[in-house]
């Protein structure tokens, strides 16, 4: 192939590649647009740029949703969330990889079955165990859920990272008279930041977007999230869509704003990980 017809091939594959990003452009577009315009100029010209910019459909929005209650009732289950899962996880994934015997081994394919099936099958169990045990209606029962929905990938993940420290550092520690526990603490946690911060982007993306389970535990309107604020503002038998999206930005900037930020953490922990492990 001469140097021409690489070039024709090269530009070839561009021209696709920025159609199929205007593709993917168009529907943020209009989610943008029509925050700005009125109900009879976003139904009369959907695509259109507006006569009048206009944000009362943001304030609106904020208004109708209690934005400032919500966003936090978001963050404290997210945080939590994320924590409790790292903590739980690289636990369990340092003695998975530094124990390799045949039970924790049982243990490990037992626990990644927890990929492969969604805990949507087990909710009448799920909520009747929660109602047993009184945290319906708790932020409890939805951070609990989500660690343990969470847990199995970052087992998987954070496992395959472990195998790329070098145990004679946990070695040397075990010699200097430090226990597990401590050279866990001091030795191999500090050395898996880059896969921690991976695995703390994707959790915290998993549970600031979980619509499911706060539908189902969270009954009380103060305890709502942003998206269960979203949901409640459809209406039966139609939707004013300028007061729909201006709520829609509001509860996906922050995440947009949290992923462009820490974006090339996730590429980086994730190759890490799979290529060493």
């Known amino acids: ?14 021209v696709i590649m920025l159609l199929l990003a205007a593709v993917m452009v168009v529907p943020i577009y209009y989610l943008l647009v029509t925050t700005l315009k009125t109900s ?6 959907p695509l259109a740029l507006p006569n009048h ?9 904020w208004q109708t949703m209690n934005y400032p209650r919500v966003f936090m009732n978001n963050v404290l289950i997210t945080v939590t969330s994320v924590v409790g899962v790292i903590l739980l996880a690289s636990l369990a994934a340092y003695t998975f990889a530094r124990r390799p015997n045949r039970i924790n081994q049982i243990l490990f394919y037992f626990i990644l079955i927890g990929v492969t099936i969604p805990f949507q099958v087990a909710t009448i169990p799920l909520f009747k165990l929660m109602k047993s045990f009184g945290l319906v209606d708790t932020f409890s029962a939805v951070i609990l859920v989500n660690i343990f929905t969470m847990i199995s990938f970052n087992v998987f993940l954070i496992k395959n990272f472990i195998a790329t420290v070098p145990i ?3 070695e040397s520690a075990s010699i200097d008279g430090c226990g597990v526990f401590g050279t866990f603490r001091r030795i191999t946690f500090p050395l898996l930041l880059p896969v921690i911060a991976t695995v703390g ?4 993306l998993t549970a600031w977007n979980d619509f499911y389970t706060p539908l189902l535990f969270l009954q009380s309107r103060e305890k709502g999230v942003i998206l269960l604020e979203v949901f409640r503002n459809i209406g039966q038998f139609s939707t004013d869509w300028t007061s729909f999206f201006p709520m829609l930005v509001l509860g996906i900037a922050p995440l947009l704003l949290f992923y462009l930020f820490m974006q090339r953490y996730i590429i980086s922990g994730i190759v890490t990980g799979a290529v060493k492990g």
Do not use: P, Q, V
């Open 201 to 204: 982007i994707l959790d915290s």
């Open 168 to 170: 004679e550092l946990e």
């Open 1 to 14: 192939m001469n140097t021409l017809s690489a070039r024709r091939i090269n530009i070839a594959l561009e």
């Open 40 to 45: 009879a100029e976003a139904a009369l010209h």
């Open 53 to 61: 910019f206009m944000i009362s459909g943001y304030i609106k929005a």
